[in-house]
């Protein structure tokens, strides 16, 4: 059984920052792509950033410059680092991760129970 667990989330002032993390546990073989997306009430998911197993990274242009993704591949852990935060960065952050667990030979795509991040004064 493979488990995606963020933690991290909580409420900010705008400008203030945050720091997501997300720990992938069980019986992990391999973990390829990880990545964060991001969800609003009456909105559909959005992709915020993602890292490959190599360390390449990429971003939606809404957070460039603001948001830094970085993983410890020792630990199966995954970070989003959300720096000078504004209000429409509120969302229920998601952590994705393509695993491929022991005993399978191809990858799965898992997902984490979400955490709340609200930028309010």
């Known amino acids: 059984q493979v488990q995606l667990v963020e933690s991290g989330g909580g409420l900010v002032q705008p400008g203030g920052s945050l720091r997501l993390s997300c720990a992938a546990s069980?019986?992990?073989?391999?973990?390829?792509?990880m990545g964060w997306y991001r969800q609003t009430p009456g909105k559909q998911r959005e992709w915020v950033a993602f890292?490959?197993?190599?360390?390449?990274?990429n971003y939606t242009d809404a957070v460039k410059g603001r948001f830094t993704i970085s993983r410890d591949n020792a630990k199966n852990t995954v970070y989003l680092q959300m720096n000078s935060l504004k209000s429409e960065d509120t969302a229920v952050y998601y952590c994705?991760?393509?695993?491929?667990?022991?005993?399978?030979?191809?990858?799965?795509?898992?997902w984490g129970q979400g955490t709340q991040v609200t930028v309010s004064s």
């Open positions: 890292i490959t197993s190599s360390g390449s990274t």
């Open positions: 994705n991760g393509a695993i491929k667990p022991m005993d399978y030979i191809v990858f799965y795509n898992y």
């Open positions: 069980g019986n992990i073989f391999s973990i390829n792509t």
